[in-house]
């Protein structure tokens, strides 16, 4: 019987471990308010920080304020990170971003109690702020903004203040960057946030990348006009036009093979009368897909049906870019080794799009980057009723642990 | 030369009385503001009472409100009435409603300075608040609720006080209610307040009637969800099953042969935002055409589509009735009288119906109507811009005249 064969983690102390953070923030509802830089925030991570200590990690605050814990390898060479983020959402789920770190400190704990030393040094990051600014990942891959000015926090809080409260250091905020020198590869593992693997039966995603995002404001002008005396052949309705905007960009999403999405998600019409042909529509437009050339040939494709559809309901259609995020890739090694790991372990899975940001991402941007997705039932998240059972919450850890096993073994 | 070929109104004291009375309530952008039951209303009804005597008209209020000016006729004989109303919105014009009333006077003056008293008496109404309740042709047409706490005027003012307050009395509301015996025939000139005449290219509208109206509220419920992490196929887009329903009502009011009209007007999106997919959406629906069945049928036709649109789009919608107006169609022999006194007098004309609502509507519940439009430039009305020239105003009356001289043969 061989070690791969045969290490698993601890799922019952796992999941206690989810349980006990859980109590931090906990609302009325079941829900979890967390936000990054509370005092529940900090409260929760001086739990993990003992959890981390006990596992063995030598913990670190980087200076963009996240929180490393670092196990020694046998070696000399760069490190095998996992993690994620504590921090929720106003009101959030107990599994999204803690089931990734603390999943990474049952990893540490599973390795010190076999007594088991990888050849890599092994760290577990508390990414912070994954929730708004991103500040953490960002600083790590060495994609943020140094102006403390250019970042506008939910809660109004300067975001340079929010991280040197924290123990970071924003005036030295580059250093927290990393290299492919430093973390050889990244893997997280997180809850899907959607129904896929529900509806197909599947115990693990396998990860194929991070999709990139972009969004566009629409803006439609026709003429508004009184809806009993404007014949239908002299209308300049901004909102029919609008119409075939939005069924345009969901046939644009739908037609061609792949998994691209694409949402039109606000639309205000003027004046929004009953009795008033509508002169204006504005609504946004957000295209995410894991290849960018996917994204691109949406929004090139809209554009022109865009122009014919100005031209046949007589209106000025204009698009203007407001984000773009590129998609982050994940490396395909590293796609095979979840994927082998799962069948290693018995696990069904199947390969799948993060259609939500995530640290990884940023990961992603300077090394070799893999995701594992658990599902999530229903589909739902960022919402008390966001939920993970305790066997695939296990089944995650135990793939985690065994592709950073095979990992171990594939770097030099 | 017989008489019909010579008679013609005074077209310079006819727009001399317009240029006149838009003198009351003139905002500094030239648009009017005569609200009813305003003092600019009870000054504007002063000239035109003085105006009225002038003409040789005794004039008297009902208990509605309304002002009526009487010519004795020949015979015990039941009225040809004219007229419409001087009440404006909160920035109107001076033609919309001015011009039938002033009209209505202008023919008084020229029978009375070339000596001529027509066989029936001649009466030349001022309605009261068209702009709003409508209270003065309700009543008239015995329409109207007795009972005030059924109206809500948009200024809030009880419509019992601003009657009384103008002469009416509410008391006796019921006894402003008039019959076919005492009124044989009702024939308002009116600005069109749309763009047909001027798109035609024609001096004189001959109205087929005032058309009917519904009015919906239309309910879709999808189920909101995460923009990125939800695929297209498990999808419940709120907007998007909107979107085809604003293409379904705008397809099934244009494709069939006909003139109705069907508007969504307003639209509102629950929860609004660019990275959630719609989870419920709030329309309107305005639907108008002579024809009561074309109306009903549209409605029919739409509910089977959208009960279709449900299916496809995996939401629910409801249609909720608001509002239900009856159309009001013109005599026949009215709108044959109106195309031939055009058409005596050297004017081009076309059959069209009126689109908006007008005093016109609730006296052809009772006795037989007709409505005569002249061009509104641009089709611009119920604004600053409104504007109709000195010729179209003096045909418009030149036309109420003739048709009016016909009328008087023609009733025995």
């Known amino acids: ?10 799922g019952k102390r796992l999941n206690q471990s989810l349980h006990d953070l859980a109590q931090i923030g906990r609302l009325e509802n079941g ?4 936000l990054a830089f509370s005092p529940e925030d900090w409260q929760g991570r001086e739990l993990v920080r ?30 095998l990170a996992t993690g994620s983020h504590i921090d929720t959402v106003p009101c959030g789920g107990k599994f999204d971003g803690n089931l990734g770190v ?3 400190i049952e990893v540490a704990r599973t390795l010190q109690e076999n007594g088991l030393v990888l050849n890599h040094p092994y760290e577990v990051m508390v990414f912070s702020d994954e929730e708004d600014t991103m500040i953490g ?26 991280v040197n409260q924290f123990g970071g250091d924003w005036g030295h905020l580059a250093e927290a ?36 995002l972009q969004r566009y404001q629409i803006h439609i002008t026709g003429r508004p006009n009184h809806a009993g005396t404007t014949p239908m052949d002299q209308r300049q309705d901004a909102l029919v036009a609008a119409a075939q905007v939005v069924l345009a960009v969901n046939r644009l999403a739908i037609d061609p093979p792949g998994h691209r999405v694409a949402t ?82 018995g696990l069904s899975f199947m390969a799948m799009p993060s259609r939500a940001g995530h640290d990884a991402l940023e990961m992603g941007r300077f090394t070799d980057m893999g995701m594992i997705f658990v599902p999530s039932e229903g589909g739902f998240s960022h919402s008390e009723v966001e939920y993970t059972s305790p066997e695939d919450c296990t089944h995650g850890a135990n793939v985690l642990l065994e ?10």
Chains 1, 2 share one sequence.
């Not at 061989?2 to 601890?10: A, D, E, K, P, R």
């Not at 030598?58 to 760069?78: F, H, S, W, Y």
């Not at 973390?183 to 197909?200: D, K, S, T």
């Open 50 to 79: 003992r959890w981390m200590v006990e596992a063995g990690l030598q913990v670190r605050i980087d200076t963009a304020g996240n929180m490393i814990g670092c196990l020694p390898g046998k070696l000399e060479a760069p490190a």
């Open 31 to 34: 829900g979890i308010c967390r």
């Open 1 to 10: 019987m061989t070690l791969l064969q045969t290490l698993n983690i601890n």
């Open 102 to 104: 603390l999943a990474g």
């Open 137 to 162: 990942g960002r600083a790590m891959a060495g994609t943020a903004s140094l102006n403390a000015a250019d970042y506008r926090r939910k809660d109004g809080r300067p975001i340079d203040e929010c």
């Open 177 to 212: 960057r990393r290299t492919r020198q430093e973390v050889c590869a990244f893997v997280e593992l997180h809850v899907e946030q959607g129904g896929v693997l529900e509806m197909a039966g599947k115990q693990i995603g396998v990860v194929q990348g991070v999709v990139g």
């Open 264 to 345: 039109v998600g606000a639309l205000q019409v003027w004046p929004n009368a009953a009795n008033i042909v509508p002169g204006q529509v504005q609504a946004s437009l957000d295209v995410r897909d894991l290849s960018q050339a996917v994204i691109d040939q949406l929004v090139a494709d809209l554009k022109v049906e865009m122009a014919s559809i100005a031209q046949v309901t007589n209106t000025k259609i204009e698009i203007l870019p407001q984000l773009n995020v590129a998609p982050s890739p994940a490396a395909d090694h590293i796609q095979a080794t979840i994927a082998e790991a799962s069948a290693s372990l």
């Open 403 to 412: 592709t950073l096993l095979r990992l171990d073994r594939h770097y030099r």
